[in-house]
């Protein structure tokens, strides 16, 4: 099993930065992988990145491409996601996840979800 807990949310103004990281707890098995999706009021769920846990294959959506890096450290079992540039609608919760493999953190369906962190950027 896995616990999941995010941290490093908060209120920033646009163009600042803030990272997220996510510290995985319990049992881990090779081969998870992680990513963070987000949820804004109204909108859907979406996803941000994904990092595999065993190589170095990313992922990112089109609106964060080139502003977010995602990236993990194995020793301490934890992953960031470092945030630049951030833009009012970057606001929304964000969500840390694991699962078996990048294509089941892509298709929305991981293993294990974390509680949120808020992340609020104002104009």
């Known amino acids: 099993q896995l616990r999941l807990l995010e941290s490093g949310g908060g209120l920033v103004h646009a163009w600042g930065t803030l990272r997220l990281s996510c510290a995985a707890f319990g049992l881990t098995f090779s081969g998870t992988a992680m990513g963070w999706f987000r949820h804004a009021p109204v909108k859907e769920r979406e996803l941000v990145a994904t990092i595999k846990h065993m190589s170095l294959g990313t992922y990112y959506a089109d609106s964060v491409k080139g502003r977010f890096t995602i990236s993990r450290d194995k020793a301490k079992n934890t992953m960031y996601m470092q945030m630049n540039s951030l833009k009012p609608e970057d606001t929304a919760v964000y969500y840390c996840?694991?699962?078996?493999?990048?294509?089941?953190?892509?298709?929305?369906?991981?293993?294990?979800w974390g509680q949120g962190t808020q992340v609020t950027v104002s104009i």
């Open positions: 996840a694991a699962g078996g493999s990048a294509a089941v953190i892509r298709t929305g369906t991981p293993d294990y």
